[in-house]
């Protein structure tokens, strides 16, 4: 079975950081597709971005290119989302989620099997 923990949401001012975690289990980390989503009140859930666990290859949205970053630990089955540079815009509940056995990455909602309950990001001028 396969489950989702996130953690590392908070509230912080604009141009502070905060870094999410993910820790997962029952995946194939070796040919998993991981994702950060963000959903604001009123607005479509959007992917901000993915890594491929078999690679380590990444994507990024153009509206959080250069601010965030994501990485795995293999080890520990878990990826990260830092991010620096915070804006109001940020201020969403961001997901994890994940798409298992998989040679690629995907970045629409439908692609995804599995998700994380949610963390709130909240970013105030």
């Known amino acids: 079975q396969v489950q989702l923990v996130e953690s590392g949401g908070g509230s912080v001012q604009g141009g502070e950081s905060l870094r999410l975690s993910c820790g997962s289990s029952?995946?194939?980390?070796?040919?998993?597709?991981m994702a950060w989503f963000r959903q604001a009140p009123g607005r479509e859930r959007e992917a901000v971005a993915t890594?491929?666990?078999?690679?380590?290859?990444?994507y990024f949205s153009d509206s959080v290119k250069g601010r965030f970053g994501i990485s795995q630990d293999n080890a520990r089955s878990t990826i990260y989302l830092q991010m620096d540079s915070l804006k109001p815009e940020d201020t969403a509940v961001y997901y994890c989620a994940a798409r298992n056995f998989t040679r690629s990455c995907w970045r629409t909602v439908q692609e995804f099997a599995y998700w994380g309950q949610g963390t709130q990001v909240t970013v105030s001028s």
């Open positions: 890594i491929y666990t078999g690679d380590g290859s990444t």
């Open positions: 029952g995946l194939d980390y070796h040919s998993t597709c």
